[in-house]
């Protein structure tokens, strides 16, 4: 069982920045993968960053130059930069991990979401 726990969303004003965090705790061994996902209100779950065990790192086109993924392993935990916020990255942003535990199982684990309100 594995636990994340997000937390850093908020209510910011167009221009403004926030940094996500999301730690992972519990039966880990490895996590090959943590990636943030948001969604709007009405729209389906889309994509916004991903960050290998590697440090390799993957954007969304409408979040490219604006945001940047980085990871803690001894931690656990990713984070999310997010800079010059537009209206339109309103959304509840919920924290993915992928990976194997000590059993070498699969780990494919969400964050609860926290939300994301750009507005003046």
């Known amino acids: 069982q594995v636990q994340l726990v997000e937390s850093g969303g908020g209510l910011v004003q167009p221009g403004g920045s926030l940094k996500l965090s999301c730690a992972a705790s519990?039966?880990?061994?490895?996590?090959?993968?943590m990636s943030w996902y948001r969604q709007a209100s009405g729209k389906e779950r889309e994509f916004v960053a991903r960050i290998t065990s590697g440090g390799a790192t993957s954007y969304a086109d409408s979040v490219k130059g604006r945001s940047t993924i980085s990871r803690d392993n001894a931690e656990n935990t990713v984070y999310l930069q997010m800079n010059s916020l537009k209206p339109e990255d309103t959304a509840v942003y919920y924290c993915n991990v992928n990976g194997y535990n000590r059993g070498w199982s699969v780990i494919d684990s969400w964050g609860q979401g926290t939300q994301v309100t750009v507005s003046s």
């Open positions: 519990g039966n880990i061994f490895s996590l090959n993968f």
